[in-house]
């Protein structure tokens, strides 16, 4: 085998051992084998020769509980990195993130008004609710989009200041509504936090088409985003449409975290701290660092994931806070070793 | 026959032209150089011959067609514009250079041999060859421009613009920028540069064309261009007319 080739064939190999491990793993143990073997059951084919020896209570929690979540895990974390690439990307600055245009305050409003006062109590089973969330992710990126243009064209600071306005904006409605509908405030209070408890094949399957077609279109963007970077005169000079490249790359990415958000609320960090990380390891050629940071992100929150459904059983710790907790140490690492990297 | 020619070209951001009425023409294997004061238009009109912006009036040829009838992809193959100003996000010298045969290779292929071996010629040229696995971003400010021009290089189009190449370059690495766009134009391309050093232009164009508040003032080789009575009326200041002992170019010094 090449070696580009093994190398994906391990991160992959990587990928399904991290997934079959925090299948197995949390309140009810079920041994590797076993998850294993019911997955394996699930094939076409081959399926039906594997001998069941597993209970049928384990088998609902591994098909019905973890497997979903444990995907959505690695598909929210993959598409929240890859889309932190192409808004560090597009908007010139490895500090950005995906949520740096409104995509965060945006579903988070949509969801304060699903929760407070369109949704009854106890929301986790109502599939609208990522509906409401990833209105208003689209509807404040516009604003945002509509608001950072000068003459006509987007301009990457217009864009920032743009988005934290509008941001700053959304966050204060969304305290506002909290205040006056404080007795649903630990349902939005989690959601703002960002969490992967009770999500099911539903969520999975909103976000998924989301979150791979985007990643599609962004491979097929990369090569463009790679000579965007050098500023838009020289892109122009080497053949590319700046301003659509531009367009393109941010509505992309506004999808792919988008619908990520709006099934697991704001889980921050990931989107900003995985590329960052990846660029300062392997440069910033877009289209190997956004397959890297994919499969990494991936990895990263399901790590996350387990570890707040694990670490303080039967209690669960939001994975938003352990993304922060693992995120701030890290970033101060980096800052500390890569200070003279973007010269 | 002219590689590119302006003819009648105005163009304005606002209301108010930045570039007025300015007709030139530029011929293969001529090194020219765009001088002025600051605000003369010297980069809009670089980014005029680019393509970058369009003019309001008047039109912009390359090969004798209008400008306007080149798609994006096909003036990349033509025309380099090294813009003032660039972005170093970490990627390698090599890949920096990389980056100027991207027209010539499709958005998910890979850089051919042939490719390669032009952007290891360009990275030869400019002495930068041994930086290949350098972060540009960790470069010094001589050695980024070099990677600049090498890029441009790498492009291997018939015409190179550059805007303002050798500020913030010291005197050695100046004069090098000027002598290998020099040789650029010998080998049959049509350099045009921004340079605020009159020394520079002096030095080293075949041709100049001065610019003041928007308008060609005046164009021609630098010995008959360079007299004190054009250096006061567009600069505003009052040069002797010196020139260089052994080259005879006019020298501007106060």
């Known amino acids: 085998m090449s070696r580009p080739l093994r190398r994906w064939a391990g991160a992959l190999l990587i990928v399904f051992a991290a997934a079959v491990a925090a299948t197995a793993l949390g309140s009810v143990r079920v041994n590797v084998r076993d998850v294993l073997a019911i997955l394996a059951s699930r094939l076409p084919w081959v399926g039906s020769l594997i001998p069941r020896t597993w209970s049928a209570a384990h088998q609902a929690i591994v098909l019905q509980i973890r497997l979903p979540r444990v995907l959505l895990a690695l598909v929210v974390g993959g598409g929240l990195s890859a889309s932190g690439v192409l808004f560090q990307g597009s908007l010139r600055n490895p500090l950005a993130d995906p949520y740096i245009i409104g995509v965060s305050s945006g579903a988070s409003l949509g969801a304060a008004v699903a929760l407070l006062l369109v949704i009854p109590k106890g929301w986790a089973g109502y599939a609208s609710l990522p509906l409401f969330a990833f209105a208003g992710a689209v509807l404040a990126t516009l604003t945002v989009a509509r608001l950072g243009q000068r003459r006509g064209r987007l301009e990457p600071t217009s864009l920032l200041l743009a988005g934290v306005a509008v941001g700053a904006f959304l966050t204060a409605v969304v305290s506002a509504l909290m205040v006056l509908r404080i007795e649903n405030l630990q349902d939005v209070y989690l959601w703002l936090m960002g969490s992967l408890s009770g999500r099911t094949w539903v969520h999975l399957s909103m976000a998924a088409p989301y979150v791979f077609s985007g990643l599609l279109l962004a491979l097929w963007l990369a090569k463009d985003l790679n ?16 301003q659509r490249v531009q367009r393109l790359v941010l509505i992309i990415g506004s999808l792919m975290a988008a619908a990520c958000v709006s099934v697991t609320g704001v889980i921050g960090f990931v989107g900003l701290m995985v590329p960052h990380a990846l660029r300062l390891l392997l440069g910033a050629e877009n289209r190997r660092l956004i397959l890297h940071s994919f499969w990494v992100g991936a990895v990263f929150l399901l790590a996350a994931d387990t570890l707040a459904r694990s670490a303080f059983a039967p209690l669960e710790v939001p994975v938003g806070i352990v993304t922060a907790f693992v995120g701030g140490p890290f970033f101060i690492y980096l800052l500390k070793r890569g200070s003279s990297f973007y010269g | 026959m002219d590689k590119m020619r302006l003819e009648n070209v105005t163009f304005a951001y606002g209301a108010e032209p930045v570039v007025h009425g300015v007709s030139l023409s530029m011929k293969p294997g001529h090194f020219y150089g765009v001088v002025g004061p600051n605000g003369a238009g010297k980069s809009t009109l670089l980014k005029l011959l680019d393509g970058f912006i369009r003019p309001r009036e008047g039109t912009v040829y390359l090969d004798g067609k209008d400008l306007r009838t080149f798609s994006l992809a096909r003036l990349a193959r033509e025309i380099a514009l090294i813009p003032q100003s660039s972005y170093y996000f970490p990627f390698t010298v090599e890949e920096m250079v990389m980056l100027g045969r991207a027209p010539f290779y499709s958005r998910l292929g890979t850089p051919s041999a042939r490719d390669r ?42 015409v190179l613009l550059l805007d303002e190449p050798t500020t913030h370059l010291d005197l050695e690495h100046q004069i090098n920028t000027c002598r290998l766009l020099q040789r650029k134009s010998r080998e049959g391309v049509t350099v045009a540069a921004v340079l605020h050093d009159l020394n520079l232009a002096a030095s080293f164009c075949d041709h100049v064309f001065v610019l003041a508040e928007g308008r060609l003032r005046e164009e021609g080789p630098p010995e008959e261009v360079f007299k004190p009575e054009l250096i006061a009326e567009v600069f505003r200041v009052t040069v002797p007319p010196l020139h260089h002992p052994l080259t005879g170019r006019p020298i501007i010094a106060p």
């Open chain 2, 117 to 158: 071996e032009i952007v290891r010629a360009s990275m030869e040229i400019t002495g930068i060859a041994h930086l290949a696995g350098r972060l540009a971003s960790s470069l010094s400010g001589g050695e980024r421009q070099r990677v600049t021009i090498a890029r441009a290089f790498a492009q291997e189009t018939k």
């Open chain 1, 227 to 242: 000579i965007y970077l050098l500023g838009e005169e020289a892109a122009h000079s080497l053949g590319v449409d700046v």
